[in-house]
């Protein structure tokens, strides 16, 4: 159970229950807003399409029961999916990851290359606060965007490999993401709609837009690219949603499953099926 069961062994039992809430429910969280993502691109691409049945308000944000299908929809069939087969799972994250890799660094270096001289990326800064504090706010945020990469370690007792390979595995997806994050925020950037005066002003301004405009990256990869870039940037998305819904699965399963074991979490949670699946675990996700 990674960083459940290392706690639990050094800290005690306390710190290693501490440790297992605290991992669940991040990843229920990663899980959760994953899921909810769909919907939301949806209506960027598909306009209305799941916008019926009841419907509310929170926060400004209206809730379809449409849209609310196709998230328990996604997570019932990435759950069929982890809980059918052992094998199935990666080899679709595999493909996602390299599908995803490749569209996105395509996109990525077409539009550098394709780029306007007389573009400028100012202003760097808000006028609202220094740029100390703002690049202080962007480093507290940052943990969220790297928490995934633990779950590697909840598949520790499944890998066929010396277990010591995960250290240069995870320094170099660290990096690599890292590169990632610097181009779709220098990305997003890159161009605006001729209506404003500068990219913080469009910014500023998608609360108020709907469509392709109102997801930055995506007008910029059709200003530049064309049907083409849109396609590019798609295919990348879903790579991206498919490996964070899997990959998040099958460590939750998992992390469950080290707690029914352990005596931390119900003991059904902690029975496998033929192929060694925690079936249980994944139906309780």
């Not at 595999?94 to 100012?122: D, K, N």
Request: glycine letters at 8%.
């Amino acid at each position: 159970g990674g960083i459940y069961t290392f706690e639990k062994r050094v800290g005690g039992e306390d710190v290693g229950f501490l440790a297992f809430w605290f991992v669940l429910l991040t990843y229920m969280a990663i899980l959760w807003a994953n899921m909810t993502s769909l919907p939301l691109f949806a209506r960027f691409f598909l306009g209305d399409t799941f916008q019926f049945g009841f419907h509310y308000q929170i926060f400004g944000y209206e809730v379809w029961l449409g849209e609310a299908l196709l998230s328990i929809c996604s997570a019932a069939f990435i759950g069929l999916l982890c809980a059918k087969s052992a094998l199935l799972p990666n080899k679709i994250m595999i493909v996602s990851a390299i599908t995803f890799a490749v569209s996105f660094t395509a996109c990525a270096v077409i539009v550098l290359v394709r780029h306007e001289s007389a573009f400028s990326f100012s202003p760097l800064y808000t006028e609202d606060s220094s740029a100390f504090v703002q690049i202080v706010r962007i480093a507290a945020i940052s943990p969220w965007a790297f928490i995934g990469f633990e779950n590697v370690s909840h598949f520790s007792e499944e890998y066929a490999f010396p277990i010591k390979r995960i250290r240069v595995i995870l320094v170099c997806s660290v990096l690599a993401t890292t590169l990632f994050y610097l181009l779709i925020s220098a990305l997003s950037v890159s161009a605006y709609p001729p209506e404003y005066e500068s990219w913080l002003a469009y910014i500023q301004d998608m609360g108020n837009l709907s469509g392709i405009k109102a997801v930055p990256a995506f007008y910029v990869a059709q200003h530049y690219m064309g049907d083409a870039g849109v396609a590019a940037l798609m295919l990348a998305l879903f790579g991206v949603i498919l490996t964070s819904l899997i990959g998040n699965m099958l460590a939750l399963s998992r992390l469950l499953y080290a707690a029914g074991r352990e005596g931390e979490a119900p003991l059904a949670l902690s029975r496998l099926s033929d192929p060694g699946i925690p079936v249980n675990a994944i139906v309780a996700i």
